[in-house]
């Protein structure tokens, strides 16, 4: 019986997955009104289209929006009418949901056949013309509507050539709430080796399949029929949509037999890495093709089919995803990600004067400023990964880097300067500071004896106490170095704390202290601090860079500077990756993984008791599987403890409990995504470009 604790860590990264939408292809259809003023195709017999079911040639972009009431300056409202639907609640829980209808920029509505969950709403013609800056949510699928007025229209079944690629959306609005439990009944990815290797996914029988391909009749939800294929090709059909979302949940790569077939996002998922596309003359060929896949190719063609299927199957992921293409389409982003706000304490028991002298330069975080490129530059890489698509980030943390040769033009240099009293870091990457993050529960000795140890560490902005006794709190005194140390009260005492993305990382309040700096305050110029410290107090230079950075440290861990110097670099120069010391490798016991200590030539993870780490990628599991690439282990001189009591991994049974994590995760993700390296980041001549590291 797994823990709870360990079932709250898999919930938390599992919903850190966004989800999938799918498209279909109708054909002939009959008119009817089902009383809530849209028209929809009730015949899903295939044939030519009448001339009835016309319906008006897609406009212009602009003419779906009135933007004085949709401004792209401010973030996404929209306002969801109220159905008894899961979609529509899941809508109207989103962050950027208004109950308010003067508040909103969209106006979602809703309509399906023979009992109508809504008539046309009040907003209809808000902006001057019907359906302008409103989204139509057809719930039947197996019916179609047709434009009445300017709306976008989101619905599964298509008539031929109904289908308007740059205003409407083809997918199943159907959708049950969110099951915490679904993972259990799905297949996973591995073995790839399956006892069939392709099959004929039809919804009838075929009188006319001459082929040896079998077929597997497929009626409703029938993806445990396709669980022993390993490739499932699925022709055109009125049932498309939830032939693919079988052949998905079986981890059965789809291989669609039409090339004008409409596929779920295609602006923004790039179907070829999940599936295959050949015309349907093609058919009898493409078994023999399909033969040729090497079993690499059908491992990533199985998990990016995971990360698809991850944006289709509930409710809630469902509405993120299309709240998410809205925002693209109409060029309105959606509301920033927001902090935890951290509950601060003091040792003191209140508030006390921050003496602003005793700090160094500090630098401000550019929080949102990539809300444009988002849209554009980024956009296919955070719906092509995995990463979860309900607000804006606050950060890119892969940003590329600026060419070699940034340094000498005005306008690309200023920001790649050294700030006072510290070295360059190096690469073409404005100067960048980091927090360290010291997670505690009853170890005030340890936590003091870290604070002490990075007294005038370079490039450190801030340390953050996460302090997990909820019983008591700090007193007495504590080190005050030149950086502010801040005491936040964890909400429950959970090792999760650490991954919380506080709103005290960021830095923008203190801004002001750095321009005051600026201006001559005396600062810190006792002969215990560093020459380059003294002098940099009195002239900081912080514009244009930002803090993105924070190290995850164990109150017991043994702090080097120039080793945590060292990580930094090279976190900068691998920011998708977990960079850190303690090392482990994953193993396997009975075919599935387990916890290893340590292995003398590999390891898989790096353990986040000292780890650096963009703050939004918390977890071995969660980075291999989002960059399909392994932690960073750096050298360590020093020992890992400060001498300290020993903590949680000195209880009985603590290795059995990760042992059972590493199994679930890997049922989660429907695969083990951790990647064993040899790497090890070990800096050239140590005791140059690295002062000290020799010495500890």
Not at 100 to 129: H, M, N, Q, V
Not at 525 to 546: E, H, T
């Amino acid at each position: 019986m797994l823990s709870s604790k360990c079932l709250t860590v898999l919930l938390c990264i599992s919903a850190a997955a966004t989800t999938v939408i799918f498209h279909l292809w109708f054909s002939q259809a009959q008119c009817a009104d089902d009383g809530s003023g849209y028209f929809y195709r009730a015949n899903r017999e295939a044939g030519t289209s009448s001339e009835s079911s016309k319906h008006k040639e897609s406009s212009p972009q602009e003419d779906m929006i009135q933007y004085s009431l949709c401004s792209p300056l401010k973030p996404l409202r929209f306002y969801v009418n109220s159905i008894a639907h899961p979609l529509a609640e899941a809508l109207a829980n989103h962050p950027a949901a208004t109950k308010d209808e003067k508040e909103a920029c969209l106006f979602i509505a809703f309509t399906t056949t023979g009992e109508p969950y809504s008539t046309r709403p009040d907003s209809w013609s808000l902006a001057g013309e019907p359906g302008l800056n409103h989204v139509v949510i057809n719930l039947n699928n197996d019916v179609s509507i047709v434009p009445e007025g300017r709306e976008m229209i989101v619905q599964a079944a298509y008539e031929s050539g109904g289908f308007r690629p740059d205003r409407d959306f083809s997918l199943s609005p159907d959708v049950n709430v969110f099951d915490r439990e679904a993972w259990r009944q799905r297949p996973s990815i591995m073995p790839l080796k399956r006892e069939k290797p392709f099959s004929l996914v039809v919804d009838i029988p075929s009188s006319s399949n001459a082929s040896l391909i079998p077929e597997v009749h497929c009626v409703g939800d029938c993806f445990t029929s396709l669980v022993s294929t390993s490739f499932c090709l699925i022709p055109p059909s009125p049932t498309f949509h939830i032939r693919l979302l079988a052949s998905l949940r079986a981890k059965c790569i789809p291989v669609v037999l039409s090339t004008t077939q409409p596929l779920p996002f295609q602006d923004q998922l790039d179907w070829r890495t999940a599936s295959f596309r050949f015309p349907q003359s093609m058919a009898d060929f493409v078994p023999e093709m399909l033969e040729e896949v090497v079993k690499e190719d059908v491992m990533e063609m199985r998990r990016k089919g995971k990360v698809f299927l991850d944006r289709i199957d509930d409710a809630q992921a469902l509405s993120k995803s299309l709240v998410a293409a809205l925002s693209e389409r109409i060029h309105v982003s959606l509301p920033v990600y927001p902090e935890v706000p951290g509950n601060l304490i003091y040792p003191s028991g209140e508030e006390p004067e921050v003496n602003e002298t005793l700090y160094a330069p500090r630098i401000h975080s550019r929080t949102g400023a990539q809300k444009l490129t988002t849209h554009n530059l980024y956009s296919r890489t955070r719906w092509n990964s995995g990463r979860d698509l309900t607000y804006t980030p606050n950060t890119i943390f892969d940003v590329p880097l600026m060419p070699g040769d940034a340094a000498v033009y005005e306008g690309t240099r200023e920001g790649l300067l050294a700030a006072p009293g510290t070295k360059g870091l190096g690469l073409t990457r404005d100067q960048e500071q980091f927090t360290v993050m010291i997670l505690t529960y009853n170890r005030d000795s340890g936590v003091k004896k870290i604070i002490e140890k990075l007294r005038f560490c370079p490039y450190l902005n801030k340390i953050i106490v996460v302090w997990n006794n909820l019983e008591r709190r700090p007193n007495g005194t504590w080190p005050e170095i030149h950086v502010p140390v801040e005491f936040v009260l964890a909400e429950r005492n959970t090792l999760l704390s650490r991954f919380l993305p506080y709103d005290r990382i960021e830095t923008e309040s203190r801004t002001e202290l750095a321009s005051s700096l600026a201006k001559g305050s005396p600062g810190d110029r006792s002969p215990s601090a560093p020459r380059a410290f003294r002098q940099g107090l009195a002239r900081a230079n912080v514009a244009g860079s930002c803090v993105k950075a924070v190290v995850s440290m164990d109150d017991d861990t043994g702090v080097g500077q120039p080793e945590l110097e060292f990580a930094f670099r090279m976190w900068r120069e691998n920011r998708d990756r977990i960079v850190g010391y303690p090392d482990r490798y994953h193993r396997f016991k009975n075919k599935k993984p387990a916890y290893g200590l340590g292995a003398p030539c590999t390891y898989s993870l790096v353990l986040t008791g000292f780890a650096m780490m963009h703050k939004d990628i918390a977890m071995n599991f969660l980075v291999a599987h989002l960059t399909r690439r392994p932690p960073l282990k750096v050298v360590k001189k020093l020992s890992m403890s400060n001498g300290s009591k020993a903590g949680l991994s000195a209880r009985g049974g603590h290795y059995v409990k990760r042992d059972e994590c590493m199994a679930i995760f890997a049922e989660i993700y429907g695969y083990n995504p951790l990647l064993y390296s040899q790497e090890v980041a070990v800096p050239k001549n140590m005791g140059r470009c690295v002062p000290g590291f020799t010495t500890l």
